[in-house]
């Protein structure tokens, strides 16, 4: 898959091919849905690998204990569905099956946050990161794009010491990187050098936080981007570095504020450095239906909101 900067390309795309390529190398690749191959594109594993390919229909809990059972029979499984299916209704299965055992289970959740879209409120999962990073074991990976997508799938392939939450959207989101970026498990990304506030982002909203920047530098003031794709284990280090030199700091997530991205820097930062923070997200709030588009301009999640998020949290640093 060939992409170019800016243009929009399939996050979920570019999961399944990278299990394919995965498969190609690795025997003990294993991938399960619940009848929902074709809208996860897991369904490009299946056709290239049948006989490890598991279709365990509308039974997500039972799909998740044997995901775990899998994995500590020296499988290595991937286990895709909606986001509300894979963080929500089987959550008792995920933890007392996969986390508490610190089976090494890849679950790759699509169809997460506001750009599900027309299916509604009810298929809008905007609390999925809050529950998977609240479990002991489990980490968590929101990719910000179809490169950073394919290459956090191929880098978690050896991710055997515990499970793992990949959180991917439905719709297709702008492509940040070129070939020469690099994800790397655990630490986040400084992709704007700034010295005025620091915008910590994930998923769609590390390209939103890119055209705040410019926002942000038409009024004189140098913001500083940060791809935080690992939310858990979280690199404080970075983080912290980042509103030493800054003294304010912005989250962009397409989550609730509450348990998400936001509060995850907030924690660290309470502990680390405390600095004037504005969280910008779904504020409380459930989803509805409309198209992408309209839902990121309706709940804020543009760079003109995250933009006036920056200027909220600079005036609060001048109060000090």
């Given amino acids: 898959m ?16 990278a299990l394919v390529e995965l498969g190609e190398v690795d025997e003990r690749i294993v991938v399960l849905t619940a ?11 299946a056709k290239r690998f049948p006989e490890r390919f598991f279709n365990l229909g509308i039974t997500e809990a039972n ?6 059972g899998l994995a500590m029979s020296g499988k290595k499984p991937f286990v895709s569905t909606f986001a509300i299916f894979a963080a929500g209704k089987p959550w008792e299965q995920v933890r007392q099956a996969i986390a508490y055992q610190s089976a090494p289970v890849r679950i790759v959740a699509t169809h997460a946050g506001l750009t599900v ?3 509604g409120a ?11 990073r609240v479990l002991p074991n489990m980490d968590v990976v929101v990719p910000a794009d179809a490169v950073e997508t394919k290459q956090a799938i191929h880098a978690l392939k050896d991710h055997d010491s515990n499970p793992v939450y990949v959180r991917l959207a439905r719709a297709p989101f702008p492509v940040v990187f070129d070939d020469n970026y690099k994800f790397e498990f655990g630490r986040a990304k400084v992709l704007r050098r700034g010295d005025d506030i620091s915008i910590f982002a994930c998923g769609l909203m590390v390209y939103q936080s890119l055209g705040a920047a410019e926002v942000l530098a038409e009024k004189g003031i140098s913001a500083e981007v940060v791809n935080v794709s690992t939310i858990k284990p979280l690199d404080v280090e970075t983080i912290v570095a980042s509103v030493s030199k800054t003294g304010a700091a912005v989250t962009a997530e397409e989550h609730q ?10 924690e660290a930062l309470a502990e680390h450095c405390p600095v004037p923070l ?26 003109e909101g995250i933009a006036q998020a920056a200027l909220r949290a600079l005036e609060r640093e001048g109060q000090r």
Avoid: C, W
């Fill in 2 to 17: 060939e992409l170019k900067l800016g243009e929009k390309a399939s996050l979920r795309r570019a999961f399944g091919e």
């Fill in 35 to 45: 009848d929902l191959a074709g809208s996860t594109n897991t369904d490009l594993f």
């Fill in 63 to 68: 799909m998740m204990a044997l995901a775990a």
């Fill in 117 to 119: 879209g027309e299916d």
């Fill in 122 to 132: 009810s298929h809008q999962m905007l609390e999925d990161i809050n529950n998977m």
């Fill in 257 to 266: 504020v509450i348990g998400g991205l936001g509060s995850a820097v907030a």
């Fill in 278 to 303: 504005v969280r910008v997200g779904v504020q409380d709030r459930f989803g509805q239906s409309g198209s992408a588009e309209a839902l990121i301009e309706y709940y804020g999640l543009t760079p």
